[in-house]
């Protein structure tokens, strides 16, 4: 009788401390409470509510408030509500580009993301943590990227005896343009993006170039600075491109097979695998064309990434929330096969679904592809001023090839120009 007595106990006991593990760990999770409040772009809306919805489930206490705006707005609401001090988000979404733009005008406002626990930058892209780290701080988190890819219709370039594998760099591309391309009535390039200076931004990521030498002076007139310039100028005065119009019109132009090729990102691609059906098999992805033979293909057109305000230091869900966006390997398969988005967290490519085949797009393997893009990127970081010089060098290529100007002595001109003002300082 005894010995059942302290085998019931024992039992007793057991059960006991199972409970209370139970409870511990339940309370662990829902100790995680509260509001959490972040600014986004309209293009991120859908995948930050996907999100909210898996970490609710892990979360159910916490409540997530989605405010979407302009990507140009971004700094001037920012400027506001820190000034009053009201309707402060604790999450922004930054893009690459405009990091240092925030950190430089905002630096005293952000947080250093080692506030977030277990926060590793190892995991996450290496171009992006060097763009978002001041002062050996890292003020953004690195949330996604989009690669670029040059799509092509394969049947139509088959027809005129070209296949899209065999164009490696861009003076093949645009020569493949002029002819037999236009010489047969159609155009070489189309851009999903908003105008064709576009193909400018790539050029400038793919040779890793800044505007700046290295005693930190302007120099618009590097070779690799050049370079960048005079491939869109080419591609303007070769005249194998659509005129800047709204990307609408030039994805319906390659539907239509009015073009040949299209610069776009996973998610474009997804969208036309969607809604032209019949395009199946008739389609080919390649990475962009080098500048020279065997040279640098690899591309993004942007990244996005998180950065969190002071005023959240003490708001766990936010912190938690920006840790799941960043990190949680589920939701980063999960935005590649929904959005074409790839994550930053270079730690989630050993999931299955980045490595099937596409049976759209000839059985390639599109993943496979996108990782080695990323892999391969150039490291480029943008400074603050960064858009003010890229915005005037590209109106002066346009204006250069629309006037039949030499490059370098206009370029020459605008390096001139802003060594004499302040505007970049």
């Given at each position: 009788m005894k010995k059942i007595i302290i085998i019931l106990v024992v039992v007793f006991m057991s059960m006991s401390l199972v409970s209370c593990d139970t409870k511990s760990k339940n309370s662990s999770v829902e100790e995680i409470k509260g509001k959490v409040n972040i600014w986004t772009t309209d293009a991120n809306e859908a995948l930050i509510n996907d999100a909210?919805?898996?970490f609710k489930k892990k979360y159910p206490h916490v409540y997530v408030n989605i405010s979407t705006l302009a990507e140009d707005k971004l700094e001037d609401n920012l400027s506001?509500?820190?000034?009053?001090?009201?309707?402060?988000?604790?999450?922004?979404?930054?893009?690459?580009?405009n990091v240092p733009v925030i950190i430089n005008k905002f630096e005293g406002s952000f947080l250093d993301a080692s506030s977030i626990s277990q926060f590793n930058k190892d995991i996450f892209i290496k171009n992006q943590i060097n763009n978002n780290t001041y002062k050996n701080k890292v003020y953004a988190v690195?949330?996604?990227?989009?690669?670029?890819?040059?799509?092509?219709?394969?049947?139509?370039?088959?027809?005129?005896?070209?296949?899209?594998?065999?164009?490696?760099?861009?003076?093949?591309?645009?020569?493949?343009?002029?002819?037999?391309?236009?010489?047969?009535?159609?155009?070489?390039?189309?851009?999903?993006?908003?105008?064709?200076?576009?193909?400018?931004?790539?050029?400038?990521?793919?040779?890793?170039?800044?505007?700046?030498n290295k005693d930190k002076k302007i120099d618009l007139l590097n070779e690799k600075a050049v370079k960048a310039a005079d491939l869109l100028n080419n591609i303007y005065n070769s005249k194998i491109s659509q005129d800047d119009k709204e990307s609408t019109d030039k994805i319906q132009s390659f539907v239509r097979g009015d073009t040949v090729s299209l610069l776009c990102?996973?998610?474009?691609?997804?969208?036309?695998?969607?809604?032209?059906?019949?395009?199946?098999?008739?389609?080919?992805?390649?990475?962009?064309?080098?500048?020279?033979?065997?040279?640098?293909?690899?591309?993004?057109?942007?990244?996005?990434?998180?950065?969190?305000?002071k005023t959240s230091e003490n708001n766990?869900?936010?912190?938690?929330?920006?840790?799941?966006?960043?990190?949680?390997?589920?939701?980063?398969?999960?935005?590649?096969?929904?959005?074409?988005?790839?994550?930053?967290?270079?730690?989630?490519?050993?999931?299955?679904?980045?490595?099937?085949?596409?049976?759209?797009?000839?059985?390639e393997n599109i993943g496979r592809m996108a990782i080695d893009e990323i892999l391969g990127l150039r490291n480029m970081q943008y400074s603050y001023n960064f858009n003010i010089i890229r915005n005037k060098v590209?109106?002066?290529?346009?204006?250069?090839?629309?006037?039949?100007?030499?490059?370098?002595?206009?370029?020459?001109?605008?390096?001139?120009?802003?060594?004499?003002?302040d505007e970049l300082k």
């Open positions: 909210m919805v898996l506001n509500s820190l000034k009053e001090k009201v309707n402060l988000p604790d999450i922004v979404v930054v893009r690459d580009k690195p949330l996604y990227v989009e690669p670029t890819f040059m799509l092509y219709r394969e049947d139509i370039l088959g027809g005129l005896n070209i296949k899209s594998e065999d164009i490696k760099t861009w003076q093949q591309y645009i020569d493949i343009g002029v002819n037999p391309v236009k010489s047969n009535g159609k155009l070489m390039l189309s851009s999903d993006y908003f105008n064709n200076g576009a193909i400018y931004d790539l050029a400038l990521r793919q040779l890793g170039v800044s505007y700046f990102n996973l998610s474009t691609m997804y969208n036309i695998q969607n809604k032209y059906p019949d395009l199946s098999g008739k389609l080919k992805a390649q990475k962009i064309p080098a500048f020279e033979q065997g040279g640098n293909r690899d591309n993004i057109n942007f990244g996005d990434n998180l950065m969190l305000l766990s869900a936010a912190l938690e929330f920006t840790k799941f966006l960043s990190s949680n390997e589920e939701l980063s398969a999960y935005e590649y096969t929904r959005y074409g988005f790839m994550s930053s967290n270079i730690n989630s490519y050993s999931d299955d679904s980045f490595y099937k085949k596409n049976i759209f797009y000839n059985n590209l109106q002066t290529i346009i204006d250069t090839s629309i006037n039949g100007k030499p490059l370098n002595d206009s370029l020459y001109n605008l390096q001139t120009s802003l060594e004499q003002t």
